[in-house]
């Protein structure tokens, strides 16, 4: 039931993501096509596609949680609450179904921004990396004690766990909005900002450190600290949905 | 075992509006049930804690002697009295939705009745009439071998066409030895002639509940007569 759960999250979202997704990845393509084959008669052309382009890149950031919050609102507390929650399905199901998704399309966004990158250099950046890849991996192992592949692995471990706060976040604001059903986008908007903006102060402060061992200690009590957040938050979540859940 | 059994069963919601009130009900196997009421007496809530979309201040309501939950959503087959649906999804999308999650759904009956009203399954939910809308509901709804199912206000904001169409599909596909119906309405008139026992609730509280027959032999009269001169309004 789950994965039936999951595949019906997925097809919900989907047209909206991947159109966003993909319009994002042609413009930057297209903006590095210009780019390097610049003269000064496609500085106009440029500069309306970077425009486009930096447009895009805040809607995608911005769009990929409007979307799936829409998504879960809908499906749990507005019209559609009243055919999921009428599913032989658990309400532990409802929730990770979604928090799969949201995982997913996270990764994938930032797959798609790592592409962008990629494109708008023209595959410079690919090329550089390559160059001073043995470089980079000397000094991660001589400041940080960890390998360029390792680096690679936590930092995808650190996605996947952030998308899982973001969702179990957005179930969370979701129901504390519930409460309040005549003000229900006003307290859901304001909640979830108010997350981010908080946690965020906390991304930018685990940085703002004088050495490298600083740093790392930051980094790894940040992880950790985001991994008892996504489970305490899930089971306030689960609590809520299971003894506070009115669909009014 | 009773398919429905309700105790001290009290909804309030916030700002204090009382639903209902320790409400204690009894429902056997194998019946027609009107819940009958005039607007906002309980009807829709009492069929939503059922259903185990709101949850109870006080009391416990029991399907077949289980709490709501997904054993209990397995046999009950609901109707809400909204749109529910996706509306960018097809009507077929909407027979895979149901054959993925209920084991009793029946799709060729759903396809069938669907080809009886000359709906095209690859027709968007979006672009049908709100009568079509409904009945596209309603036959998701009857197409599945449920246990109980539960109707609230099938017949409410429909022409009398569609009304005569909605109760004719809920009696062609009811098999009485094997499942019991619970119909919400205020419209009493239209379904009397098809319920055995009518619950008639006011203001969170049960009023009456008896079969169709006593009532009429008790008062002497429908008992949409009966609900008129016990509720009348001046």
Redesign the interface.
């Known amino acids: 039931?789950l994965l039936?759960l999951f595949k019906?999250d997925m097809k919900?979202v989907s047209p909206a993501l991947l159109l966003i997704f993909g319009a994002t990845l042609i413009l930057s393509y297209i903006s590095g096509k210009i780019m390097y084959d610049y003269d000064q008669s496609s500085l106009i052309l440029f500069q309306v596609f970077n425009l486009l382009l930096f447009g895009m890149f805040f809607v995608s950031s911005i769009g990929i949680h409007v979307v799936l919050i829409r998504r879960y609102n809908?499906r749990m507390y507005l019209?559609?609450?009243?055919?999921y929650?009428?599913?032989?399905?658990?309400k532990d199901q409802l929730m990770v179904s979604h928090i799969l998704a949201y995982v997913v399309w996270d990764v994938l966004s930032q797959v798609m921004l790592g592409l962008s990158l990629l494109f708008l250099s023209d595959m410079a950046i690919y090329d550089q990396f390559i160059d001073h890849k043995e470089g980079l991996n000397s000094m991660l192992l001589q400041n940080f004690d960890i390998s360029l592949n390792g680096l690679i692995g936590f930092s995808f471990a650190f996605i996947i766990l952030q998308a899982l706060l973001y969702a179990v976040f957005c179930h969370f604001t979701s129901a504390i909005a519930n409460?309040f059903p005549t003000k229900r986008t006003m307290v859901l908007v304001l909640c979830y900002a108010a997350g981010i903006i908080v946690y965020s102060i906390c991304l930018v402060n685990v940085g703002s450190v004088s050495s490298a061992d600083d740093l790392k200690n930051n980094v790894l009590w940040l992880f950790f600290v985001t991994a008892i957040l996504v489970l305490v938050i899930y089971l306030i979540n689960r609590y809520l949905l299971k003894?506070?859940?009115?669909?009014? | 075992m009773n398919i429905l059994d309700c105790h001290d069963l009290t909804k309030i919601y916030p700002g204090q509006t009382t639903a209902l009130d320790h409400i204690n009900l009894s429902c056997a196997d194998g019946k027609i049930i009107g819940l009958l009421g005039p607007n906002g007496s309980g009807k829709t809530t009492l069929v939503k804690l059922i259903q185990g979309l709101l949850t109870p201040t006080e009391g416990e309501v029991l399907i077949d002697g289980k709490k709501p939950g997904p054993e209990t959503k397995a046999m009950v087959s609901y109707l809400p009295d909204l749109m529910s649906f996706d509306e960018s999804m097809k009507i077929r999308d909407l027979f895979w939705l149901y054959q993925d999650f209920y084991a009793d759904f029946d799709k060729s009956r759903a396809e069938d009745m669907i080809q009886k009203l000359q709906l095209d399954p690859s027709e968007k939910i979006k672009l049908l009439s709100k009568g079509n809308k409904e009945k596209v509901q309603l036959i998701l709804c009857m197409a599945r071998n449920a246990r109980l199912y539960l109707l609230d206000e099938p017949i409410g904001g429909v022409d009398p066409a569609t009304r005569d169409f909605i109760l004719h599909t809920i009696l062609s596909n009811y098999q009485r030895d094997k499942a019991s119906i619970l119909i919400s309405t205020h419209l009493i008139a239209d379904v009397e002639n098809i319920l055995d026992e009518a619950i008639i609730i006011q203001k969170g509280h049960i009023q009456l509940h008896e079969s169709v027959e006593t009532i009429r032999e008790q008062y002497g009269c429908s008992v949409n007569e009966y609900f008129k001169e016990a509720f009348k309004c001046y």
């Open positions: 039931m039936k019906y919900s809908q019209d559609q609450a009243y055919l929650n009428s599913l032989p399905v658990s409460f003894r506070k859940y009115n669909l009014i």
